[in-house]
T-cell receptor, first 110, second 115 residues
Framework: GQGVEQPDNLMSVEGTFARVNCTYS??????LSWYQQREGHAPVFLSY????GLKDSGHFSTFLSRSNGYSYLLLTELQIKDSASYLC???????????FGSGTKLTVEP | DPKIIQKPKYLVAVTGSEKILICEQY?????MYWYRQSAKKPLEFMFS???????DNQTASSRFQPQSSKKNHLDLQITALKPDDSATYFC??????????????FGAGTRLSVL
């Protein structure tokens, strides 16, 4: 099967940072995306990476290591409103199929 | 205004019945998708369409049939409903080419409960 794994929960403090990890083991790879999903709402696209290294997009940064099947989403200067689930999705070579992880629920405390 | 409209927002059905979930997108995208999300489970890919043609189907059951009457429509017909079909069904779209396919835009979802 296609394995995309994420920790279930993560807690952090307002003003600090949080790193949401994702490991994958899939039969193919054509990039990895991160989505934010609030309770009862649709996922919202955050970032897409296909090359190794860190992609800095300000509040959200993403890291990818293809050889290790590993990515993380880094949120800096956390705000309470960053509390949400963060979904990692591996894009397959065949037509835009995404395999999602179960998501990590991030709770940002005051 | 929402650019991907899904109807209805909530749907309750009895076991064995048939329902159609509606999806229309006004983003001008050429590719559309259906995903399903059950409680405690990952978002699961079901179908992908491009220019109204089926590109990929990862739904084991033939009870799920997508229908595309127009380029910006992709409905989902579900027959012989079972309680296990209870989930939120998300429609999504993306733009072909120039990397646009890397970004999916999701509708608000239809929450289906089968009794």
């Amino acid at each position: 099967g296609q394995g995309v794994e994420q920790p279930d929960n993560l807690m952090s403090v307002e003003g600090t940072f949080a790193r949401v990890n994702c490991t994958y083991s899939t039969s193919g790879f054509n990039g990895l995306s991160w989505y934010q999903q609030r309770e009862g709402h649709a996922p919202v696209f955050l970032s897409y990476v296909v090359l190794d290294g860190l992609k800095d997009s300000g509040h959200f940064s993403t890291f990818l290591s293809r050889s290790n099947g590993y990515s993380y989403l880094l949120l800096t200067e956390l705000q309470i409103k960053d509390s949400a689930s963060y979904l990692c999705a591996v894009r397959m070579p065949n037509y835009n199929v995404l395999y999602f992880g179960s998501g990590t629920k991030l709770t940002v405390e005051p | 205004d929402p650019k991907i409209i899904q109807k209805p927002k909530y749907l309750v059905a009895v076991t064995g019945s048939e329902k159609i979930l509606i999806c229309e997108q006004y983003l001008g995208h050429n590719a559309m998708y259906w995903y399903r999300q059950s409680a405690k489970k990952p978002l699961e890919f079901m179908f992908s369409y491009s220019y109204q043609k089926l590109m990929d189907n990862q739904t084991a059951s033939s009870r799920f049939q997508p229908q595309s009457s127009k380029k910006n429509h992709l409905d989902l017909q579900i027959t012989a409903l079972k309680p296990d079909d209870s989930a939120t069904y998300f429609c999504a779209s993306s733009q072909e080419g120039l990397g646009g396919q890397n970004t999916l835009y999701f509708g608000a979802g239809t929450r289906l409960s089968v009794l």
